[in-house]
């Protein structure tokens, strides 16, 4: 590492591992709460992942978009009815 240039992803991995921090479960942990929040498709394009990834990723985090969708759409007649 040389004054006056950005540290790199790879030369910032490897100070944290010769540390002994662990970065992959907080990566992932991030990732699965993104996947729980997001659609795929926004997931895939906010990451740089395929779509499949993000699908996949999305149905680990316990998602689910066509049951979303209809839970969603009961809500607002629930809310219209009001």
Same mark, same amino acid.
């Given at each position: =590492?040389?004054? @006056?240039? !950005?540290?790199?992803? &790879?030369?910032? $991995?490897? +100070?944290?591992? +010769?540390? *002994?921090?662990? /970065?992959? *479960? *907080? +990566?992932?942990? #991030? =990732? =699965?709460?993104? $996947? &729980?929040?997001?659609? !795929? =498709?926004?997931? &895939?394009?906010?990451? @740089?992942?395929?779509? /499949?990834?993000?699908?996949?990723?999305?149905?680990? #985090?316990?998602?689910?978009?066509? %049951?979303?969708?209809?839970?969603? %759409?009961?809500?607002?007649?629930?809310? #219209? +009815?009001?």
């Amino acid at each position: =590492m040389r004054v @006056g240039k !950005p540290l790199t992803h &790879a030369h910032a $991995a490897k +100070r944290l591992k +010769r540390l *002994g921090v662990r /970065t992959l *479960g *907080g +990566r992932t942990a #991030a =990732m =699965m709460t993104l $996947a &729980a929040l997001l659609s !795929p =498709m926004i997931l &895939a394009e906010l990451l @740089g992942i395929s779509e /499949t990834s993000a699908s996949k990723c999305y149905r680990l #985090a316990g998602g689910e978009w066509t %049951r979303y969708a209809g839970q969603s %759409r009961a809500t607002r007649i629930d809310n #219209a +009815r009001v």
